[in-house]
C-alpha cells in the first residue's frame, strides 16, 4: 500500500483494488493508444466496444454463465432496479415473493407495491432487528419470481446458500456480494448488484439476466427502463456511464488474473472474515450484531460496550488509517466491510488495532 | 497539448479540459488527503457533499439562477429525462407542446406518447430533414410545458434564442449546448443535458428545475423517476455517480475560473464556429448542411462532393491528430463538435488541414 493511502472499510462506494486505480492514473490521459481520455472516446467507437465486451465475457467466465445469460449495464442502480423488476416482469394477474431481511429488501418490496404490483412477502426476519436470514420458507408455486437480497449490507448478514423455489426463478440483489464467491446459475433469473461495493465505483449497476424472462415484457413502457432495450444494443442504446464500465472491467480482469477467479477470491474473504469474527467469539467488548449462521462474509456489524466507545474507536482508528468503520446511519454501532479489494492485510491491521483499543478501554 | 494527445472533435462523450484531466490523475489515488480514491470515497462523506454543494453552487453562478430553481445531478442520460419529464409534469386532462427538430426531439415525442400522454407537435423541421430551426410557433395557451431541443447535436443547427411561450414554462433539452452560452433563466421550468458533451463525462445528467414545477407531480411514481426524490435529498436518495459529478464539478470551476464565465465562453465559441462557418463560405468543396439562420456553435456538420473523399477526409484527418469528424451514423457527411473543451488552435489546426485537403482533392 501506498504510504499515503488508508486501510478502507467503507461500505459503498468502497476500496478499489490498488492496481486498478494505478492502471486509470497511468492511461488517464492517453487511453490506449487513443490520445484521449478513457471520458473523451465515443462510446461507438472500436475502443469502448471492446471495454464493454471484455467486461461481459470476464463476468460470465467468472461466474460460469452459460449462453442463455445476457450481462448489462444500466445506470441508477440498485434502487432503479427495485422499479424495473417488477415493471418488466409482473403483468396483468401475475405475482412474486419477496423476503424481507432489511432495509434494501424493504425498499424493493415498496418499490413494486408502489406500482400497484402484487407481492407477496414470503419471509422477514423483522421481528429480530433483521439480524437473521430466514429459514423454511414456504414460496408460492405460482410466483413470477422470487427476489432475494443476498447480502444484507445494513444489517451485516447474508444468505450462505440460496433456498429451493422449485421452478420460480430466482432474482437476486447481489448488490454488496457478487463476485465475493461462485455462485450456482442454475435458479437464477436475473441478477443485480450497484457496482460500488464490489466490482468497480458508482454510476453503473451490472445486471444479469437469463433469456426466457426477456419474452413476456410489455411493450409500453419506457424505453430506458425496459430490460430488452438494453439487451438489443449491448448496453448502449444511449450513452452509457462508460467511465465506470472501464473501472468494472479492469476489477473483472483482476479477479480473473490477479486473484485467479471466484474460488480463490471466496478463500480469501473467508479468511478476512474469520479474522474478525473469530477474534469477537474472543472477546466480550466486541459484539457481533448478526445471528452466528446469517453472519455476511463482507459487512461484519459489531457493537461495543457503549455508543461513546463507539465514536471514540472509529474516531481513533480514522488517525490510525483505518476508515469506514462507523455503522449505518439508520443502525448506528461500528462496521467493517471487507469487500473484494478489501486486503489481508488491512483486516489483521484492523484486528490488531481492535486488540490494542480493548485492552486501553476494556 | 501533450503531444500524445490528438485534437478531438466527439460529439459526445468528447474533449474534456486538459487541466481537469491533469488534476483528476494528480490526485486520483489521494483524494483531497483522504488517502482514497474520489472512486472510493462515501457519497455520505464531508469530502463528496463538499463536491456536490461546489457542483451545485457554481452551476447557479454560471447560469446566474436565482433561488426558485434546484441542480440535480440524475442517472440514465437525457433519454431517461425523454420519459421523466411527461411522467413527472402531465397529470390527467394535460398537455405538452413540443418542437421536432431532429433525432433527439423525436426521440423525447416518443417517449411521452409511449406513456399515453398526450402532446402537441406545435413545429417540425422534418420537410427539410431538419436542417433548420421553425419560426413563428403557434403554442397552445393551456399547455403545460413546451419542450425544446436547445441544440442538435447530429443535424448541426441550434435555436438562436428561445421563442416567447407566453406564461407556458420552457423545458429545455441542453445536452449539447449547456454552458456554451449564457440563458435568460426568466420563462425556463426545467433544462436538461446529459453531462458528456459540454460539462463532463458520461454517466450523468444535470437537471435544473424551478420550484413551481415540483407541485404537481403524482404521489404513484417510482422513487428513482420522481424529481422530488432528488430534491429532497440533494441528489442522493441512493448512491449517486460519484466520479462523473466530480468531473463535473472541476469542468465548472474551469468555466468560472480558467474562462472567466459564460459570457467569456460564449464569445471563444463563437470564435470557433466562426473560423469554421466562415472557411465553408469561402470554399466550394466543404458544404455546411444547415441553414444558415440555424447554424449551430457546437456541430458543425458538413458534405464533402462524395462520400469516398468524405472517407479519405475523416481517415487522413485522424492520421494527423485530428479525430471525431465522421458525422452521425444516421446522417452520414462530417460533423466537428466544437464544445467548450475544443480549443481555438484545435479549429484552426482542423482549418489549416481542411484547406491542405481541398488543395490535394479539390
Known amino acids: 500500500m501506498q504510504t499515503n493511502r488508508i486501510y478502507n472499510f467503507n461500505a459503498g462506494p468502497a476500496a478499489l483494488p490498488e492496481s486498478v486505480l494505478e492502471e486509470i492514473r497511468e492511461s488517464f490521459l492517453n487511453f490506449d493508444g487513443s490520445g484521449m481520455s478513457i471520458t473523451e472516446i465515443s462510446h461507438r467507437s472500436k475502443w469502448f466496444d471492446d471495454v464493454i465486451n471484455d467486461a461481459v465475457a470476464r463476468t460470465k467466465r467468472l461466474l460460469k454463465l452459460d449462453e442463455r445469460f445476457r450481462v448489462l449495464f444500466i445506470q441508477g442502480g440498485a434502487s432503479m432496479q427495485f422499479c424495473m423488476i417488477p415493471m418488466n416482469f409482473l403483468a396483468d394477474g401475475q405475482s412474486a415473493d419477496y423476503a424481507d431481511t432489511g432495509t434494501w429488501s424493504s425498499k424493493a418490496i415498496q418499490e413494486a407495491q408502489l406500482q400497484n404490483k402484487p407481492v407477496k412477502v414470503v419471509a422477514s426476519s423483522k421481528d429480530k432487528n433483521y439480524s437473521y436470514i430466514p429459514k423454511e420458507i414456504e414460496f408460492s408455486a405460482d410466483a413470477r419470481y422470487v427476489h432475494l437480497t443476498s447480502n444484507n449490507t445494513i444489517k451485516g448478514t447474508q444468505w450462505a446458500g440460496f433456498p429451493d423455489t422449485g421452478s420460480v426463478p430466482l432474482v437476486l440483489d447481489m448488490s454488496s456480494d457478487i463476485m465475493s464467491r461462485p455462485i450456482d446459475s442454475d435458479k437464477i433469473g436475473l441478477i443485480y448488484a450497484g457496482a460500488q461495493k464490489n466490482i468497480g465505483p458508482a454510476g453503473v449497476c451490472m445486471v444479469i439476466v437469463r433469456d426466457d424472462m426477456l419474452e413476456t415484457i ?75 449462521s446469517s453472519r455476511s462474509k463482507m459487512n461484519v456489524t459489531f457493537r461495543l460496550p457503549d455508543e461513546e466507545l463507539e465514536k471514540t474507536f472509529v474516531a481513533l482508528a480514522m488517525q490510525e488509517g483505518l476508515g469506514g468503520l462507523k455503522g449505518h446511519r439508520s443502525v448506528g454501532g461500528c462496521r467493517a466491510s471487507i469487500y473484494n479489494a478489501t486486503t489481508i492485510t488491512g483486516v489483521e491491521t484492523l484486528v490488531d488495532f481492535m486488540k490494542s483499543f480493548e485492552s486501553q478501554n476494556g
Do not use: H, R
Request: include cysteine.
Open 218 to 292: 410489455p411493450d409500453n413502457i419506457p424505453s430506458m427502463l425496459k430490460y430488452t432495450t438494453y439487451t438489443a444494443k449491448n448496453s448502449m442504446y444511449n450513452t452509457p456511464p462508460c467511465f465506470s464500465i472501464y473501472t468494472v472491467q479492469l476489477v473483472l480482469k483482476w479477479l480473473e488474473e490477479t486473484v485467479g477467479g471466484l474460488e480463490k477470491m471466496e478463500a480469501i474473504n473467508q479468511k478476512k472474515s474469520d479474522l474478525l469474527y473469530n477474534f469477537f467469539d474472543s472477546s466480550d467488548f466486541y459484539q457481533g450484531t448478526a445471528e452466528l
